[in-house]
């Protein structure tokens, strides 16, 4: 069982992480899934979101959870049955999950060269303080998305935009944790955010 990291952010909240090791089958056998959930693995064209989707109901195993506790509203936002706040991603071989008493996010990216090349769709305010020619621009890039990710997974609003409504504050890689701001409809929310970096990849998560 390859329970990669676990961060416990606070007393409420908690992050898990998983690497995924293990075969379709492997993954599948354990979990007790509801119908519509293995109607919706099985949908799947690729076996890498398959595996993807089963690590995250082994994530909810190591909360305590089951497939059962979790539920989508038509937003597509995942919510735990008990209340508690959850949020989810995976990315190749990395899933994460985190659960928390208050609203959160969470992403995880793998740091690839061609995020430069859509930058301008969703960085902004953020040229301001980035260097494009620096070594460490990919990184932040990724964080920068990863951030802005969580937070529109955190606010589930339809019609909120990376480029015009989210902006992250300045940071530096080793510091694990910047600011962001959410600005919309003339109203603005503050978040906590922290970051890092394993094995090629980034995850950010974010909290109120």
Known sequence: MPLYK???VNSQ???KIWKIEESYNELLKPLDLKPNSLERVLGMKSELHQRGFLSVRHL???FGYTDQDLFYDEHGKPHLKDGKCISITHSFIFS??????KEVGIDIEKQREKISIIAKKFVDYEFNYLETHAEDYINKLTVIWGIKESLYKLFATPGMLFKDHFL??????NDGNTVAWI???NKKYRYNTAFLE???FTCAYVVP
Do not use: A
Request: hydrophobic content about 45%; proline content about 4%; glycine content about 8%.
């Open 60 to 62: 909810l195993r190591e």
């Open 198 to 200: 394993f094995e090629g």
């Open 6 to 8: 676990t961060i416990d």
């Open 168 to 173: 992250v504050i300045p940071f530096m890689i």
């Open 183 to 185: 600005d919309y409809n």
């Open 96 to 101: 994460g999950v985190i659960v928390s008493d």
């Open 13 to 15: 909240t908690t992050v």
